[in-house]
């Protein structure tokens, strides 16, 4: 049974620093999912990775992916206060079935 | 903007009432997910169906059932409602499951139950 952690459940940082978010997971899972959230609001879609080694940036988010680890980051980069939401990944236990991690709260203070 | 839609946007019952929520996907999309989101925790997979069949369940009970349309619109059905249902309901909807196809989010459904 696939199961899915991320680390830290909360986090609060200041502006223009960096810091990462851990997504830790137990079986093989085809693909790495990472998503915002924003409160009362949907998921939205942020990275797939794909395969081993694979990495993706938009702006200040960077995903990357390390299969043998079973291993997923997201590392923020100079954050900014827009950057405040909760961020979930998900491994896929079955095509286009997934197991969400407990999310990280992520607020960004000036 | 996904192009996925729900209703209702909020809903309140009370326990062991029965509820029905509906989910329109993109047009040709032929796979749709559900999921529960309890307050403070990640979503959690209910079931999906494809081409208006059931294709595999999660760890629910049979009191959550689906039904999946032609027109590409979706039904999640819940009977015997108890406290522990209240919950942001989610649909996901994606051209086909049997390769990679990015699945859309729909806004949700907010059920409160009493």
């Known amino acids: 049974e696939l199961k899915v952690e991320q680390n830290p459940l909360f986090l609060s940082m200041q502006e223009g620093k960096n810091y990462t978010i851990y997504c830790n997971y137990s079986t093989t899972s085809d693909r790495l999912y990472w998503y915002r959230q924003d409160p009362g609001k949907s998921l939205e879609s942020l990275f797939v990775l794909l395969s081993n080694g694979a990495v993706k940036q938009e702006g200040r988010l960077m995903a990357s992916l390390d299969t043998k680890a079973r291993l997923s980051t997201l590392h923020i980069t100079a954050a900014v206060h827009d950057l405040s939401a909760t961020y979930f990944c998900?491994?896929?236990?079955?095509?286009?079935?997934?197991?969400f991690g407990q999310g990280t709260r992520l607020t960004i203070n000036p | 903007e996904t192009g996925v839609t729900q209703s209702p946007t909020h809903l309140i019952k009370t326990r062991g009432q029965q509820v029905t929520l509906r989910c329109s996907s993109q047009s040709g999309h032929n796979t749709v997910s559900w999921y529960q989101q309890a307050l403070g925790q990640g979503p959690q997979f209910i079931f999906q169906y494809y081409r208006e069949e059931e294709n595999g369940r999660g760890n629910f009970p049979p009191r959550f059932s689906g039904l999946q349309f032609p027109n590409y619109s979706s039904e999640l059905n819940v009977n015997a409602l108890e406290l522990d249902d209240s919950a942001l309901y989610l649909c996901?909807?994606?051209?086909?499951?049997?390769?990679?196809?990015?699945?859309?989010f729909g806004p949700g459904t907010r059920l409160t139950v009493l």
């Open positions: 996901a909807s994606s051209l086909d499951v049997s390769s990679y196809n990015e699945q859309f």
């Open positions: 998900a491994g896929e236990m079955g095509a286009q079935k997934l197991v």
